[in-house]
């Protein structure tokens, strides 16, 4: 037991660790230095204004040096000149700054920007095809959906096609600054909407899960993994990472979870599958569903093992052994894609980001991961990851002390027997293309080997056509006198 508490400590996170580090009681998240949406966005407006401050003020500085200097070099003669200049330089500076900051912050504008066509960027027909086809399809299911809401839904629809239009014209902002428009264009659109039903959280909730889901699914391939951040790089990172992780085992973790019991076992399957589905969504929403279903099915099999309910401190290292064994495709991508654009009440609170701010304890665990937190000394660690030893059998050292019989997993067999059956087809198919083959060479080999029968027959006995005579009808014949005589007919008396 003291062993068990001993490898947990190097996984352990608490509870309070996952809230917000400004004490508000919400959900924090690494991305965000441990803050909470709502926190964070107000110290990112905080220390973005006091930049452009502190900028301002520098360009005023760097604008007297240069005046200074240059007053001193041509006299008092053209000073007054020059100062002219440099106001009207200084105005010109001032007013692109102010224009600049409201491009960052302003969520619509009156006037849409031309919209250029991306370059270098050409997806796949089938792709494109389904992307076009999804996108339409959300479309016209948003259009039903405001339908419900008449006149505000009209203004509604207004205002999210306008926001659209303006953020194709912004493909040069960072991440930050496209997030922070699409926060400010949810939270102004939030305050409204919350006047209009008069408070009730459920149907703006409502009505905001609905314009995430038009929103996000048509700007989804200008701010997933944009290409002014490193998550691809960092997605390179954690795959290569949780690569050389494959030794680990669900022991070394402290995971309760037994799969040699069947539904644990499929409970662990449908995990995997749930987590790795997340690449395929394309709404913030959808994806936090998968991280959602993939942590409810590793609950359940916590509770399968332990025959009680599953605790927080045992769904962790659950969630780590998961993603290791499936290894997400781009999980730093949907992880900061999900930060970025999620309505923000869905991270701060509720189940949702509950098991979201797990996600990312998960994956900042991985990438820290060491021989203490595994309860491995160094050496045993090293040896592991460059595949020297194996923590089944560490056969380096004649050590046999920590190999364990493979536990016999229902899927596993189920795999192995599958693999077996496709194998045995292969050597049937096998067998049968080169029986057809041959009955092919035979068919195309018959025809000729006929031939040459025939010709071998003809040659040993020629055949000699004799001429044929055709006599006359009413020619003497000597044979005729053979013939019977012709039958006459007999009458009979009455």
Same mark, same amino acid.
């Given at each position: 037991?003291?062993?068990?508490?001993?490898?947990?400590?190097?996984?352990?996170?608490?509870?309070?660790?996952?809230?917000?580090?400004?004490?508000?009681?919400?959900?924090?998240?690494?991305?965000?230095?441990?803050?909470?949406?709502?926190?964070?966005?107000?110290?990112?407006?905080?220390?973005?204004?006091?930049?452009?401050?502190?900028?301002?003020?520098?360009?005023?500085?760097?604008?007297?040096?240069?005046?200074?200097?240059?007053?001193?070099?041509?006299?008092?003669?053209?000073?007054?000149?020059?100062?002219?200049?440099?106001?009207?330089?200084?105005?010109?500076?001032?007013?692109?700054?102010?224009?600049?900051?409201?491009?960052?912050?302003?969520?619509?504008?009156?006037?849409?920007?031309?919209?250029?066509?991306?370059?270098?960027?050409?997806?796949?027909?089938?792709?494109?095809?389904?992307?076009?086809?999804?996108?339409?399809?959300?479309?016209?299911?948003?259009?039903?959906?405001?339908?419900?809401?008449?006149?505000?839904?009209?203004?509604?629809?207004?205002?999210?096609?306008?926001?659209?239009?303006?953020?194709?014209?912004?493909?040069?902002?960072?991440?930050?600054?496209?997030?922070?428009?699409?926060?400010?264009?949810?939270?102004?659109?939030?305050?409204?909407?919350?006047?209009?039903?008069?408070?009730?959280?459920?149907?703006?909730?409502?009505?905001?899960?609905?314009?995430?889901?038009?929103?996000?699914?048509?700007?989804?391939?200008?701010?997933?993994?944009?290409?002014?951040?490193?998550?691809?790089?960092?997605?390179?990172?954690?795959?290569?990472?949780?690569?050389?992780?494959?030794?680990?085992?669900?022991?070394?973790?402290?995971?309760?979870?037994?799969?040699?019991?069947?539904?644990?076992?499929?409970?662990?399957?449908?995990?995997?599958?749930?987590?790795? $589905?997340?690449? %395929?969504?394309?709404?913030? /929403?959808? @994806?936090?569903?998968?991280?959602?279903?993939? *942590?409810? +099915?590793?609950?359940?099999?916590?509770?399968?093992?332990?025959?009680?309910?599953?605790?927080?401190?045992?769904?962790?290292?659950?969630?780590?052994?998961?993603?290791?064994?499936?290894?997400?495709?781009?999980?730093?991508?949907?992880?900061?894609?999900?930060?970025?654009?999620?309505?923000?009440?869905?991270?701060?609170?509720?189940?949702?980001?509950?098991?979201?701010?797990?996600?990312?304890?998960?994956?900042?665990?991985?990438?820290?991961?060491?021989?203490?937190?595994?309860?491995?000394?160094?050496?045993?660690?090293?040896?592991?990851?460059?595949?020297?030893?194996?923590?089944?059998?560490?056969?380096?050292?004649?050590?046999?002390?920590?190999?364990?019989?493979?536990?016999?997993?229902?899927?596993?067999?189920?795999?192995?027997?599958?693999? $077996?059956?496709? %194998?045995?087809?292969?050597? /049937?198919? @096998?067998?049968?293309?080169?029986?057809?083959? *041959?009955? +092919?060479?035979?068919?195309?080999?018959?025809?000729?080997?006929?031939?040459?029968?025939?010709?071998?027959?003809?040659?040993?006995?020629?055949?000699?056509?004799?001429?044929?005579?055709?006599?006359?009808?009413?020619?003497?014949?000597?044979?005729?006198?053979?013939?019977?005589?012709?039958?006459?007919?007999?009458?009979?008396?009455?």
């Amino acid at each position: 037991m003291s062993q068990r508490t001993e490898r947990r400590g190097g996984i352990h996170v608490d509870q309070s660790d996952l809230l917000c580090k400004k004490g508000c009681g919400y959900y924090g998240n690494a991305a965000w230095q441990g803050l909470c949406s709502k926190c964070w966005r107000e110290e990112y407006q905080r220390v973005r204004h006091q930049q452009i401050q502190d900028d301002w003020a520098l360009a005023a500085k760097l604008q007297r040096e240069e005046e200074a200097a240059y007053a001193s070099s041509h006299g008092a003669q053209t000073q007054s000149h020059s100062q002219s200049t440099f106001e009207e330089k200084k105005t010109n500076e001032k007013t692109r700054k102010v224009t600049t900051v409201k491009k960052f912050f302003s969520p619509s504008s009156r006037t849409a920007p031309k919209k250029e066509t991306p370059e270098g960027k050409t997806p796949s027909p089938s792709i494109s095809h389904r992307a076009s086809f999804d996108t339409d399809q959300v479309s016209k299911d948003f259009a039903d959906f405001l339908k419900n809401l008449q006149k505000p839904g009209r203004e509604i629809q207004k205002q999210c096609r306008a926001f659209i239009v303006n953020m194709s014209g912004k493909k040069d902002l960072g991440a930050d600054e496209l997030s922070e428009c699409v926060q400010d264009f949810y939270q102004n659109l939030s305050d409204r909407l919350i006047g209009h039903f008069k408070g009730s959280s459920e149907s703006v909730e409502q009505v905001m899960d609905q314009v995430e889901k038009y929103i996000m699914t048509r700007l989804y391939k200008s701010v997933f993994c944009p290409e002014t951040t490193d998550d691809e790089k960092k997605d390179l990172a954690t795959q290569n990472r949780i690569r050389a992780l494959h030794w680990v085992t669900i022991e070394m973790l402290c995971v309760s979870m037994d799969e040699e019991i069947p539904e644990v076992s499929e409970n662990v399957v449908k995990a995997i599958t749930d987590v790795i $589905e997340m690449d %395929s969504k394309r709404v913030p /929403r959808d @994806k936090l569903g998968c991280i959602t279903r993939c *942590s409810k +099915q590793i609950f359940s099999a916590i509770r399968t093992t332990k025959n009680e309910p599953a605790s927080a401190d045992d769904f962790l290292p659950a969630l780590i052994y998961i993603v290791l064994k499936a290894n997400p495709p781009r999980l730093q991508s949907n992880i900061q894609y999900i930060t970025r654009f999620c309505n923000p009440s869905r991270l701060m609170s509720g189940e949702d980001g509950y098991y979201f701010t797990n996600l990312c304890c998960a994956a900042a665990f991985i990438e820290k991961l060491d021989a203490q937190s595994l309860n491995l000394s160094p050496e045993e660690f090293e040896r592991y990851m460059s595949g020297q030893a194996s923590p089944r059998c560490n056969t380096s050292e004649g050590d046999w002390s920590r190999a364990e019989p493979p536990p016999t997993n229902p899927v596993l067999a189920q795999l192995n027997h599958n693999l $077996e059956a496709l %194998s045995g087809l292969s050597s /049937r198919q @096998k067998t049968l293309m080169e029986a057809a083959q *041959s009955l +092919q060479a035979d068919l195309l080999s018959w025809p000729a080997g006929v031939q040459r029968e025939v010709d071998a027959v003809l040659e040993k006995y020629p055949l000699e056509v004799l001429p044929r005579t055709v006599s006359a009808i009413d020619d003497n014949d000597v044979d005729n006198d053979n013939l019977p005589p012709p039958l006459t007919p007999q009458v009979f008396a009455g």
